[in-house]
């Protein structure tokens, strides 16, 4: 657990609907003195409330690939190791960094997205990884979820700024039965909205979620904090894939 002063093609969904209130006078069968009538038809959009699909990576590559400076397999995004000095690469078509505290992001273009990304835990028992979000170009004040090994396994939800981690919320014990029963892998989510509410789910399943304060929207939820991908504290292992970066 981290302690103070120690120490995240496009694609746009719509469908046309059909929708046919009646049939036309030849297929209308009469009823006794009512004389049958063409009811029109209209063609009409209908929003499907999927996400706009921003970017998406599966690095798949050779082994050792660097990913720094690397173009996403979709949307045309560019990885940045944050903060620099890291270092971030392709292991068995995955992503994987062994360095402690690092992030692979790409600018999202908006402080307000949803991050999601598989982990494979390649059976580490000791790991706290995930996402970060409304991230600066410096790495000095960021959001952050992550899934770790504390407590037998717990999602947290964190910030980061002047030089100080502070602890949103958390949900602990995800695995009583100790964390070597914990899943192979799971898919993370992590959203910032416009209305400052920060969330985190596991698998589609909401697990925390908190409000920015007022102080931390105007630190966060601009157009310098707007990076965002895979986090680590720690690895040990731990390796990502399956990225991709939505609005909303």
């Known amino acids: 657990m981290k302690r103070a002063g120690h120490r995240i093609a496009l694609i746009a969904l719509a469908v046309g609907t059909t929708v046919v209130f009646g049939a036309s006078a030849?297929?209308?069968?009469?009823?006794?003195?009512?004389?049958?009538?063409?009811?029109?038809?209209?063609?009409?959009?209908?929003?499907?409330?999927?996400?706009?699909?921003?970017?998406?990576?599966?690095?798949?590559?050779?082994?050792?690939?660097?990913?720094?400076?690397a173009t996403?397999?979709?949307?045309?995004?560019?990885?940045s190791v944050n903060p620099t000095g890291g270092a971030w690469t392709i292991q068995g078509n995955a992503a994987r960094s062994t360095t402690a505290n690092t992030s692979l992001v790409i600018d999202a273009g908006s402080p307000s997205d949803t991050a999601v990304v598989t982990l494979f835990r390649n059976g580490a028992t000791?790991?706290?990884?995930?996402?970060?979000?409304?991230?600066?170009?410096?790495?000095?004040?960021?959001?952050?979820?992550?899934?770790?090994?504390?407590?037998?396994?717990?999602?947290?939800?964190?910030?980061?700024t002047g030089g100080a981690w502070t602890e949103y919320t958390a949900v602990t014990n995800l695995y009583p039965g100790g964390i070597g029963t914990a899943?192979?892998?799971?898919?993370?989510?992590?959203?910032?909205?416009?209305?400052?509410?920060?969330?985190?789910?596991?698998?589609?399943?909401?697990?925390?979620?908190?409000?920015?304060?007022?102080?931390?929207?105007?630190?966060?939820?601009?157009?310098?904090?707007?990076?965002?991908?895979?986090?680590?504290?720690?690895s040990n292992g731990i390796t990502f894939d399956d990225f991709h970066l939505d609005n909303p």
């Open 26 to 69: 030849a297929d209308a069968k009469p009823l006794g003195g009512i004389t049958s009538a063409t009811i029109s038809a209209s063609t009409q959009s209908a929003a499907t409330g999927a996400p706009t699909v921003l970017a998406y990576e599966n690095f798949t590559g050779a082994n050792g690939t660097n990913l720094n400076g």
């Open 126 to 160: 000791t790991f706290d990884a995930g996402l970060t979000i409304n991230r600066n170009a410096a790495g000095t004040q960021f959001l952050t979820a992550e899934w770790t090994s504390t407590a037998n396994g717990s999602l947290e939800l964190w910030k980061f």
């Open 183 to 234: 899943p192979a892998s799971i898919v993370l989510s992590l959203s910032s909205t416009t209305g400052g509410v920060l969330s985190a789910s596991i698998n589609g399943v909401p697990v925390v979620s908190t409000t920015l304060s007022a102080g931390d929207q105007t630190t966060f939820k601009n157009a310098t904090h707007q990076l965002a991908g895979p986090y680590q504290w720690t």
């Open 72 to 79: 996403t397999d979709g949307g045309g995004k560019t990885w």
